[in-house]
């Protein structure tokens, strides 16, 4: 690989995947290791060096609390009750004296935070209670923060952007872009992932541009002052020269004026040139996106991922606090439908409270309805929120990773207990319709019989496709085999779409190919009636579907 | 030297989060705080040293404190520590 120079232009090439152009200062996320500057001391430093710390420690406790009072202010609780935790052990006493101790046997301070960190994280970790082993993560967290302090390097917490910057990671968790103030993130380029990567889909949804997978580039890029970003096209420039910015502006402002045109779209309702309806919703991940979508011009909710209620937290989301958020979207739209997937997680996410094994092969594990019919103390309370928040708008209820029409009734006889657990109880709730995710090629050939069981299904492209063409839809090296433009998945969608028509059900499709402008006429010549996809997307399709 | 013997109620134990409003607490006070678990001490005002005890719903703690207001601050984490809900 040939070095960079220090402002000489360098290209790197990724997959596009989340449209858009921005050129600003360059954010490194730098999830790795960090090394303490000096390990040791001289025995006339100790005195200084123990200020040192503990200067450190103020600089670092005021940004701690300002990130809990910010979430809490953009009503996000869980993540503040975090950051509260984490200013109380950033002061904490014991990590003061552990620290002072090791600094008088003349260890740096540097040195001896991240190591007294470790202690604790690792005593943490061993105490084989789950919640116990997680807080190991919170301490050392902490401890690098005021480490980097110490050293007098910035914190490379996102939660602290606080200029519109080009994000570059190796890679970013959905926690790591749910920290991102708003407005910050000018772009993301990322050394790994794929287009249906968390980073992507996060991306997309934020109307941000994202390249993703540029590979073992991206450090060299590490130390430049800008970067510019093509989202669309799939590259971006480090310290990009005159002539690549005045590029970048011209491109966005075509990218504007293709906005404005698509302005007029936005709330159509979308229909076919020869008069079809054809369902435009959004794909949502959490209740905030809801006023959003609506804005973008959504027709309802094709997928709302209910996993985000799951993840990140200490203890399972009781019934109640589920029903407020399904209630508060369901709300927000109206009569128009909104589908709730059901719990789809696999080894490959933790649960709280939930022993999961570990597995080879967390994508063919024990997930999604595999996991929630055999514990329905995790299944029963989220039907019946779901069934309770049907009482203010129009909710569906949808299976995942659905293989045969067993599971589809055994799920069914569950919301039937639901049912009469609730009138038992005089509890409000509502009807709903039960529709089942076509993401496994056995649920495409078995759609006759699936179909019998239910009211509509919804393909999932990017799962589809990667179970049909056992492709890992995370391996950027098969991005080959990624699209859903493959014959055996197309003739899988029309299969299911024929199986749909005799049993006069409809079929939606949810995964990324459904904002694919060269797929969605295919799409909906095989018959698909409605199309979800992340909300920025809508006005595009709702011009392709006018135009097929 | 107040003594206060209690078994914990909150379903989370002394985990993060009911542990850094324990601390917030006991802070609060001049007192020096003990929580005693079996034959494990730890210091009341260290988030730090109280999650090491690893203290669950059901386990029966000891709250130790000494000093000006000793009274008021053992009853005060007794209490907390006795509440079905962790005050938020």
Same mark, same amino acid.
């Given at each position: 690989?040939?070095?960079?120079?220090?402002?000489?232009?360098?290209?790197? +090439?990724?997959?596009?995947?989340?449209? *858009?152009?921005?050129?600003?200062?360059?954010?490194?996320?730098?999830? *790795?290791?960090?090394? /303490?500057?000096?390990?040791?001391?001289?025995?006339?430093?100790?005195?200084?060096?123990?200020?040192?710390?503990?200067?450190?420690?103020?600089?670092?406790?005021?940004?701690?609390?300002?990130? !809990?009072? &910010?979430?809490?202010?953009?009503? $996000? +609780?869980?993540? !503040?009750?975090?950051?509260? !935790?984490?200013?109380?052990?950033?002061? #904490? =006493?014991?990590?003061?004296?552990?620290?002072?101790?090791?600094? &008088?046997?003349?260890?740096?301070?540097?040195?001896?935070?991240?190591?007294?960190?470790?202690?604790?994280?690792?005593?943490?970790?061993?105490?084989?209670?789950?919640?116990?082993?997680?807080?190991?993560?919170?301490?050392?967290?902490?401890?690098?923060? %005021?480490?980097?302090?110490?050293?007098?390097?910035?914190?490379?917490?996102?939660?602290?952007?606080?200029?519109?910057?080009?994000?570059?990671?190796?890679?970013?968790?959905?926690?790591?872009?749910?920290?991102?103030?708003?407005?910050?993130?000018?772009?993301?380029?990322?050394? +790994?992932?794929?287009?249906?990567?968390?980073?992507?889909?996060?991306?997309?949804?934020?109307?941000? /541009?994202?390249?993703?997978?540029?590979?073992?580039?991206?450090?060299?890029?590490?130390?430049?002052?800008?970067?510019? @970003? $093509?989202?669309?096209?799939?590259?971006? @420039?480090? #310290? /990009?020269?005159?002539?690549?910015?005045?590029? @970048?502006?011209?491109?966005?402002?075509?990218?504007?004026?293709?906005?404005?045109?698509?302005?007029?779209?936005?709330?159509?309702?979308?229909?076919?040139?020869?008069?079809?309806?054809?369902?435009?919703?959004?794909?949502?991940?959490?209740? !905030?996106?809801?006023?959003?979508?609506?804005?973008?011009?959504?027709?309802?909710?094709?997928?709302?991922?209910?996993?985000?209620?799951?993840?990140?937290?200490?203890?399972? =989301?009781?019934?109640?606090?589920?029903?407020?958020?399904?209630?508060?979207?369901?709300?927000?739209?109206?009569?128009?439908?909104?589908?709730?997937?059901?719990?789809?997680?696999? *080894?490959?996410?933790?649960?709280?409270?939930?022993?999961?094994?570990?597995?080879?092969?967390?994508?063919?594990?024990?997930?999604?309805?595999?996991?929630?019919?055999?514990?329905?103390?995790?299944?029963?309370?989220?039907?019946?929120?779901?069934?309770?928040?049907?009482?203010?708008?129009?909710?569906?209820?949808?299976?995942?990773? %659905?293989? $045969?029409?067993?599971?589809?009734?055994?799920?069914?006889?569950?919301?039937?207990?639901?049912?009469?657990?609730?009138?038992?109880?005089?509890?409000?709730?509502?009807?709903?319709?039960?529709?089942?995710?076509?993401?496994? =090629?056995?649920?495409?050939?078995?759609?006759?019989?699936?179909?019998?069981?239910?009211?509509?299904?919804?393909?999932?492209? $990017?799962?589809?496709?990667?179970?049909?063409?056992?492709?890992?839809?995370?391996?950027?090296?098969?991005?080959?085999?990624?699209?859903?433009?493959?014959?055996?998945?197309?003739?899988?969608?029309?299969?299911?779409?024929?199986?749909?028509?005799?049993?006069?059900?409809?079929?939606?499709?949810?995964?990324?190919?459904?904002?694919?402008? *060269?797929?969605? /006429?295919?799409?909906?010549?095989?018959?698909? &009636?409605?199309?979800?996809?992340?909300?920025?997307?809508?006005?595009?399709?709702? &011009?392709?579907?006018?135009?097929? | 030297?107040?003594?206060?013997?209690?078994?914990?109620?909150?379903?989370?134990?002394?985990?993060?989060?009911?542990?850094?409003?324990?601390?917030?607490?006991?802070?609060?006070?001049?007192?020096?705080?003990?929580?005693?678990?079996?034959?494990?001490?730890?210091?009341?005002?260290?988030?730090?040293?109280?999650?090491?005890?690893?203290?669950?719903?059901?386990?029966?703690?000891?709250?130790?404190?000494?000093?000006?207001?000793?009274?008021?601050?053992?009853?005060?984490?007794?209490?907390?520590?006795?509440?079905?809900?962790?005050?938020?």
């Amino acid at each position: 690989m040939v070095e960079k120079k220090a402002g000489e232009a360098l290209r790197m +090439e990724g997959v596009a995947a989340s449209e *858009g152009v921005a050129v600003g200062p360059v954010f490194v996320h730098d999830a *790795g290791e960090l090394e /303490p500057d000096r390990t040791s001391i001289s025995e006339e430093e100790v005195e200084d060096e123990i200020k040192r710390f503990e200067e450190a420690v103020q600089a670092v406790v005021p940004k701690l609390s300002e990130t !809990a009072e &910010k979430m809490r202010e953009q009503g $996000n +609780e869980d993540e !503040a009750a975090i950051f509260d !935790a984490h200013t109380e052990l950033a002061q #904490d =006493p014991e990590l003061a004296d552990g620290v002072a101790e090791r600094v &008088k046997n003349l260890e740096s301070p540097e040195s001896a935070i991240l190591a007294v960190g470790e202690e604790y994280a690792q005593m943490f970790a061993n105490m084989e209670d789950e919640y116990m082993a997680a807080r190991a993560d919170d301490v050392r967290d902490v401890a690098r923060q %005021i480490a980097a302090e110490v050293m007098g390097e910035s914190a490379s917490g996102l939660e602290f952007l606080d200029e519109p910057s080009v994000v570059l990671a190796h890679s970013l968790a959905p926690s790591d872009t749910a920290r991102v103030p708003k407005g910050m993130a000018l772009g993301f380029v990322t050394a +790994e992932g794929s287009k249906t990567s968390h980073v992507s889909i996060m991306a997309r949804s934020m109307a941000i /541009p994202a390249v993703v997978g540029v590979g073992s580039t991206l450090e060299e890029a590490f130390e430049a002052e800008t970067v510019a @970003i $093509n989202g669309g096209e799939g590259y971006a @420039i480090a #310290d /990009p020269d005159e002539d690549t910015i005045s590029d @970048i502006e011209k491109r966005e402002k075509e990218l504007e004026e293709e906005r404005k045109e698509l302005e007029e779209y936005k709330h159509v309702e979308a229909r076919t040139s020869d008069g079809r309806r054809i369902e435009v919703s959004a794909n949502l991940g959490s209740a !905030a996106e809801a006023e959003d979508a609506l804005e973008w011009g959504a027709e309802g909710v094709g997928l709302f991922r209910t996993e985000f209620l799951f993840m990140e937290r200490d203890e399972l =989301p009781t019934e109640d606090e589920q029903y407020e958020v399904y209630r508060e979207v369901a709300e927000a739209f109206g009569e128009k439908p909104v589908i709730f997937r059901t719990l789809d997680v696999g *080894g490959d996410k933790d649960l709280p409270g939930v022993e999961q094994p570990v597995e080879e092969n967390p994508f063919l594990g024990w997930r999604g309805i595999r996991m929630c019919l055999e514990i329905p103390e995790l299944f029963k309370p989220q039907l019946k929120a779901l069934l309770r928040s049907a009482a203010h708008g129009n909710v569906k209820i949808m299976f995942p990773m %659905i293989v $045969n029409a067993e599971e589809v009734r055994q799920a069914k006889e569950l919301i039937e207990e639901c049912r009469g657990e609730l009138e038992d109880a005089g509890t409000e709730f509502g009807a709903v319709d039960v529709g089942v995710m076509v993401e496994t =090629p056995a649920a495409a050939i078995c759609a006759s019989d699936l179909a019998k069981e239910v009211a509509f299904f919804s393909v999932g492209t $990017n799962d589809l496709v990667q179970y049909t063409l056992a492709a890992d839809r995370g391996n950027e090296r098969l991005r080959h085999l990624q699209g859903a433009d493959h014959p055996a998945v197309l003739d899988l969608i029309g299969k299911t779409c024929e199986a749909a028509e005799e049993a006069g059900i409809w079929v939606g499709v949810c995964g990324e190919a459904a904002a694919d402008p *060269g797929l969605v /006429p295919r799409l909906i010549e095989l018959g698909v &009636k409605e199309l979800s996809m992340s909300a920025p997307s809508i006005p595009k399709a709702k &011009k392709v579907v006018s135009e097929t | 030297m107040q003594e206060r013997e209690v078994t914990i109620v909150p379903e989370e134990g002394l985990h993060a989060r009911p542990a850094a409003e324990f601390v917030k607490e006991a802070k609060s006070y001049d007192s020096d705080i003990k929580v005693i678990k079996d034959d494990k001490e730890a210091n009341a005002k260290s988030s730090l040293n109280l999650m090491s005890l690893g203290a669950k719903q059901g386990d029966k703690l000891t709250i130790r404190a000494e000093g000006e207001d000793e009274e008021a601050a053992a009853d005060a984490l007794a209490e907390l520590i006795t509440q079905a809900e962790p005050e938020a």
